[in-house]
């Protein structure tokens, strides 16, 4: 019983930071506040009990919700260690560069995990207290007209619209956390520290057609490019978003495929990782 009331509580927790984080974001999309609400509604058990269980679960999927909704609207608010400079524009057509950059937006945006010692929220909370310090990869490219792009994994409002080019969800959920952007200029260090400005050996038209399909959805499956059980992306969106499976996961899947290979950058969490994407069929889910 003390389980079932700690389980509870945590649900009506995250439903009133839900309604808290929709009155400091504002209502951008159908995704909001009611969205996690729902997400924190106890469902009974086929036998119509509302079981420990039960609430356990309903808890989990609104603490899911709540972390996709708060980190999907995240806005780039960093504070400033001090002015940096933008990145160097010197370079010649063809040119891709490797960045990596300090964030704090994991720890900035950890009022949305409540203290309390049941799952997932004391996996949360270890997690975050193992990583004060994390990093942020993404991938600048000149383009054969000399232009400078980039390309990285961010929060789905981060960049204007016109320039994602696929997304993701939040594991679990339903909740549409990410977006992929093919943006113009090179990378922005917001004022953080940039840790690497690297040359990498590879094809920036690649580049794009990668980052262009990791996070696809309008594709169907069948169709020609989909398929596998999980290796590639099958139209279905990226991989599901979390801490250890995030923007370095995929620069890191980007050069790998672009036959590049290198350690692991300083703090860059999940770049190791292998990303597994939504199932193409059916048949897939169930071999897996």
């Known amino acids: 019983m003390q389980v079932f009331t700690q389980v509870?509580?945590?649900?009506?927790?995250?439903?009133?930071?839900?309604?808290?984080?929709?009155?400091?974001?504002?209502?951008?999309?159908?995704?909001?506040?009611?969205?996690?609400?729902?997400?924190?509604r106890p469902v009974p058990s086929k036998h119509g009990e509302l079981s420990p269980d039960d609430a356990k679960a309903s808890a989990g999927r609104a603490a899911d919700a709540m972390a996709g909704l708060a980190l999907a609207k995240a806005k780039v608010t960093a504070e400033k260690p001090g002015e940096q400079p933008p990145l160097s524009t010197a370079g010649k057509p063809?040119?891709?560069?490797?960045?990596?950059?300090?964030?704090?937006?994991?720890?900035?945006?950890?009022?949305?995990?409540?203290?309390?010692?049941?799952?997932?929220?004391?996996?949360?909370?270890?997690?975050?207290?193992?990583?004060?310090?994390?990093s942020h990869c993404a991938l600048d490219f000149m383009d054969d007209e000399g232009k400078w792009w980039h390309t990285e994994l961010r929060g789905y409002y981060q960049y204007p619209e016109e320039y994602r080019v696929g997304e993701g969800e939040f594991r679990a959920t339903g909740t549409t956390i990410?977006?992929?952007?093919?943006?113009?200029g090179r990378s922005d260090p917001e004022d953080q520290e940039v840790l690497l400005d690297e040359k990498v050996n590879a094809d920036w038209k690649k580049v794009v057609e990668l980052a262009r399909n990791y996070g696809r959805r309008d594709r169907r499956s069948g169709e020609p490019g989909t398929g596998g059980k999980g290796e590639k992306n099958v139209g279905l969106g990226g991989p599901a978003w979390r801490p250890t499976c995030?923007?370095?996961?995929?620069?890191?899947?980007?050069?790998?495929?672009?036959?590049?290979?290198?350690?692991e950058p300083p703090g860059a969490v999940g770049w190791d990782r292998t990303p597994t994407f939504p199932y193409s069929s059916d048949a897939d889910a169930y071999n897996r």
């Open 246 to 263: 995030n923007s370095n996961t995929f620069i890191s899947y980007i050069l790998k495929q672009c036959g590049v290979t290198r350690p």
């Open 8 to 40: 509870l509580a945590a649900s009506l927790v995250l439903a009133a930071a839900a309604v808290s984080a929709q009155e400091r974001t504002g209502s951008e999309n159908n995704e909001g506040a009611p969205h996690v609400l729902m997400q924190a």
């Open 178 to 184: 990410y977006g992929i952007f093919v943006v113009p």
């Open 94 to 134: 063809g040119d891709v560069r490797l960045v990596t950059v300090k964030t704090d937006v994991i720890q900035r945006s950890r009022w949305i995990v409540p203290k309390v010692p049941i799952p997932p929220f004391r996996q949360w909370n270890q997690w975050l207290d193992e990583h004060p310090s994390v």
